[in-house]
T-cell receptor, first 113, second 115 residues
């Protein structure tokens, strides 16, 4: 069965600093991988996805993630944090051949002025 | 163009009661999925409806049931409520040719509290 681990329930950065949110998965074969953002009292919004091809994926709002098969990881990064990036971030995986997603527990990103 | 809408926004029930949550999909979408998001957890897939039938189901008991209407709107019903059913219930809609979650548009959710 697939699973998703997001290291760190909270990540705190200063405005302008690098953002790194970690995601590791376990799956028998390389799955489809996703990052979502959730602002307070809102639903989830897709940031980026990896399905096939280039392993470095660029998303919205300056975020990107790299699929590393050998490390079973899909970490999310952004070079310079903005105050508006403060939100809950979820990593999710879907095994190929299945359309049922598994989400991680989420990481709360806190951005200090 | 209205996105995914859900009602009610908040709901308080007591143990043993039954609850119905409602969802209207985004215009042009006819597939609806439901998720449960407990506090401090990621969303968990409950089930997906297409053409008024349950197409896929996650690991949830039969107390959780649903329905899809001809206008593609959907209801989530939970019977015999338990304290552990307290959560944010998210609805997501998509077009039938894309089942991956990246094509799903999420509503703001219904916050259910079971006392």
């Amino acid at each position: 069965a697939q699973s998703v681990t997001q290291l760190g329930s909270h990540v705190s950065v200063s405005e302008g600093a690098l953002v790194l949110l970690r995601c590791n998965y376990s799956s028998s074969v390389p799955p489809y991988l996703f990052w979502y953002v959730q602002y307070p009292n809102q639903g989830l919004q897709l940031l980026l996805k990896y399905t096939t091809g280039a392993t470095l994926v660029k998303g919205i709002n300056g975020f990107e993630a790299e699929f590393k098969k050998s490390e079973t990881s899909f970490h999310l990064t952004k070079p310079s944090a903005h105050m508006s990036d403060a939100a809950e971030y979820f990593c999710a995986v879907t095994e190929r051949g299945s359309y049922i997603p598994t989400f991680g527990r989420g990481t709360s990103l806190i951005v200090h002025p | 163009d209205a996105g995914v809408t859900q009602s009610p926004t908040h709901l308080i029930k007591t143990r043993g009661q039954q609850v119905t949550l409602r969802c209207s999909p985004k215009s042009g979408h006819d597939t609806v999925s439901w998720y449960q998001q407990a506090l401090g957890q990621g969303p968990q897939f409950i089930f997906q409806y297409y053409e008024e039938e349950e197409r896929q189901r996650g690991n949830f008991p039969d107390r959780f049931s649903g329905h899809q209407f001809p206008n593609y709107s959907s209801e989530l019903n939970v019977n015999a409520l338990l304290l552990g059913d307290s959560a944010l219930y998210l609805c997501a809609s998509s077009r039938p040719d894309s089942q991956l979650i990246d094509t799903q548009y999420f509503g703001p959710g219904t916050r259910l509290t079971v006392l």
